[in-house]
């Protein structure tokens, strides 16, 4: 209160960014988004985009992601002021993995591959074995999996996997390569390797004192509850006989 009585704008947008973090530890999604957005304002009104508007729009991407057309806004406004600001730089590699994580729930697989692309070169080129490295090519597996290059999708995830067994072991980011690697070994008929790759995955979820996944023997699928948008907008294609662009 003694900040916006005193019109002091950067005192504002901290007070506003230290309440965003709290709610995203409190897992209040809601209040968190809020946040972040009246943080977003008082930055802006205090001059030209800089880095703490990239980090802010970094933060509404991740938090907006069960609504990707809206996700994506936020992903595209990231991806040109880090180019802006530093074009070409590991600073980039974030915003253009978060566009196209985003764009490969919109279905848009060209524009998914694309960003990819460039964020896994830009990586390589300059942090080679780096888990910014890992990251990129763990979603350009993805793409490729959705696709039906299954052989492609099994040498990205392999190679982000053992960069991640080598940096970060016991991390989410590990976790979730094998995950990826264990429903692309279910796809592919191949159920002992699918059970290593999934067991390995819940070991390190538990040990991080996650909260405890509800595993159902036999698995009967999603409740209708988590139907996103991307859902429907392939039901909607198949329902055209479009079902080839579903992936």
Known sequence: ELAEVSGDLTAQACIWES???????????????TAWLSDLDLLRRQGPDGFAVLSVLEALGFLTSSRPDEAAGY????????????????????????????????????????CLQK??????????GSLAEADALRDLGGVAHLRGN??????????????????????????????????????????VASLGYSSRALKIWQEANLPRLNL??????YPLGRWTER????AQLTLKGEHFKVG
């Open 19 to 33: 309440l965003a973090h709290l709610a995203e530890r409190r897992n209040d999604i809601k209040m968190a988004e």
């Open 75 to 114: 992903w595209r406004s990231a991806v040109g002021l880090a180019d802006r600001l530093m074009p070409g730089t590991l600073r980039t590699v974030g915003p253009l993995c978060g566009l196209g994580r985003v764009e490969r729930e919109r279905g848009d697989l060209g524009q998914a591959e694309e």
């Open 119 to 128: 964020a896994n070169i830009i990586a390589h080129k300059l942090a080679p």
């Open 150 to 191: 299954l052989a492609l999708a099994q040498r990205c995830y392999e190679r982000s996997l053992a960069i991640q067994e080598r940096s970060s072991p016991g991390s989410m980011g590990l976790a979730a390569t094998l995950n990826n690697l264990g429903i692309l070994a279910t796809d592919r008929g191949e159920y």
């Open 216 to 221: 159902r023997k036999p698995w009967y699928g």
């Open 231 to 234: 859902d429907e907008r392939n």
